[in-house]
């Protein structure tokens, strides 16, 4: 069994996903499994995944059969997962290529650490570094303002979800992580 699964819910993205999904595939970091769930494109993202999937083994996809929204796409992805950890994507990010071997590193070095975020570069319409707080207490204040992770770059113990009976929460769609 792979070390991690790539969650990556894809909603009509396809200007994005192809670029998404090879950053995701051309880790250095190749023990993954690749979970990708479209949520009813209307456009080419399914064709575009279905692709990738045929090349390359890592990836199950999966579709659902009507559009349920990012956060119930999530807790289905999930629930499907039986890896030590779960790292999130989006489908229209770029992950570069040394994020998962560099988190599941301190992730296995840093066993008190549960979530694992990095810092992230805005582009498209926003531009520039966003960094985000690193120390546990830094963290608790930057809550009281905002989200201290950006969720897209995010490694997770499964663990987390089952040992808290965790989920996202479906009520809270702009802010479910």
């Known amino acids: 069994m792979p070390t991690v699964t790539v969650l990556m819910p894809v909603y009509n993205c396809e200007v994005y ?13 190749t023990d993954f ?30 579709e659902n059969e009507k559009n349920l929204g990012l956060v119930a796409s999530l807790n289905k ?16 990010d770029i992950s570069l290529p040394k994020r998962l071997e560099t988190q599941i590193k301190f992730m296995k ?11 992230y570069v805005h582009f498209g319409n926003g531009h520039g570094l966003v960094r985000h707080a690193e120390c546990h ?11 201290p992770i950006g969720h897209p770059t ?21 802010a479910s992580d």
């Open 109 to 119: 070095e840093n066993l008190d650490v549960d979530v694992c975020g990095t810092a």
């Open 154 to 174: 995010v490694v997770m113990r499964t663990a987390l979800f089952e040992a808290h009976s965790l989920s996202y929460n479906e009520c809270l769609v702009a």
């Open 17 to 29: 996903v192809g670029e998404a999904v090879e950053s995701i595939l051309n880790q250095t970091f």
């Open 137 to 147: 207490d830094d963290i608790k204040i930057q809550m009281c303002f905002d989200c």
């Open 33 to 62: 499994d690749f979970l990708i769930i479209d949520d009813g494109s209307t456009d080419t993202s399914r064709e575009i995944i279905q692709g990738y999937a045929q090349t390359d083994s890592r990836i199950r996809f999966v």
């Open 77 to 92: 992805g999930v629930s499907m997962i039986k890896t030590e950890f779960i790292a999130r994507m989006d489908a229209d």
